[in-house]
């Protein structure tokens, strides 16, 4: 394959497309990309539309959106954040980045990219490549754990079993916590509880509150994370805190709020509601100094070379990048047994 980067012409309109190489410049490498991992939340958004920054502009000022003033700027060309590859050319004067050594990062869903050295990241000495793929959904569900602020012999509800909410229900069994997991799909709650989680909930047939407080003598969780995006299982989560807990909503919210009542348990329990996004910089203000989100991402990666977190199992479809129309079209249909899709290049 030559150089080749994934394009995104419009809603639902998506191709391959030739593209020529970047010239390496001082202090750069060249990736040739392995592997590269389709987000199930935010590159969907993107392909079906609804991302707001398609309508609206991002003002980094007042870190609020506004309207647009220009048109939206299609073909977006090689989005995508989930990438390894193999370095095939250093310039002069690098001297921690060689050829042949394999590398994790974000480059967007292309066959080559040319970046600075230190925005590639080595990857573990014996380590599935396949693996580095979830270095950024890690960082997601790690960010949203870190922002939970669990502690031993807590009671957490982890709502949404995705490929994020697995990891994070991994992530906050190594916590300490006591997970709860719930989701609609049958197949992704028993990863769940290869993960360690204490009990599942099918959700629909069960409910999520009962379930956990049955399990705390009717106190309710002592935190809950919601990665699923549905404004349903933020309620859900909500109902399922104990009075003055926390709730922290990480998932990417499309649309207006239906299913969400705030005047209800939200307002009588005094729930403490905590955003988690991945790109601030700091998982939470409490961690600032500390935690940045490279320390996030890095941490991950150790805790996956550790052999800690197996994010492996979470694999379902690998695709041919030429396949990357029909590998989106499949996460668009959201079937139950679709978890991490990877292209491979």
Known sequence: ??????????????????????????????????????????????????????????????????PRQTPVPYPLIGFGYEE???????????????????????????????????????LPAG??????????????????????????????????????????TRLAVLS??????????????????????RSTVEAGVESAAGELRR????????????????????????RSTAHAGRVVAAGFYQGQADGLGLGEEFHHNRIQLVAAQVSGPTPAPSMAGRWTGDRVAQTFMELV??????PLPLVSHIVDATAVADALALLDRGAGDVLQVVLRF
């Open 1 to 66: 394959m030559g150089n080749w980067v994934v394009s995104l012409a419009g809603p639902r309109r998506i191709s391959l497309e030739p593209c020529p190489p970047d010239p390496l410049g001082p202090g750069q490498v060249r990736v040739r990309t392995c592997y590269s991992g389709i987000s199930a939340g935010t590159e969907l958004t993107l392909y079906r539309g609804s991302n707001p920054r398609l309508s609206k502009d991002w003002d980094d000022v007042a870190r609020m959106f506004v």
């Open 84 to 122: 390894v590859g193999e370095v095939v050319e250093v310039a002069p004067q690098v001297i921690d980045r060689h050829p042949g050594q394999l590398v994790w990062g974000i480059w967007g869903h292309r066959a080559e990219a040319v970046l600075a050295a230190e925005a590639v990241r080595p």
């Open 127 to 168: 380590l599935d490549p396949l693996a580095a793929v979830f270095a950024r959904p890690g960082a997601v569900a790690l960010t949203a754990v870190l922002a939970g602020d669990l502690h031993l012999g807590d009671w957490v509800g982890v709502f949404g079993q995705g490929v994020i909410g697995l990891l994070a």
């Open 176 to 197: 300490g916590a006591r997970v709860v997991a719930v989701d609609r799909v049958p197949t992704r709650l028993l990863q769940a509880a290869r993960y360690g989680a």
């Open 215 to 238: 399990a705390t003598g009717g106190r309710g969780a002592d935190v809950c994370l919601e990665l699923s995006g549905a404004y349903p299982a933020l309620h859900e989560a909500i």
């Open 305 to 310: 070379a550790e052999h800690s977190v197996d």
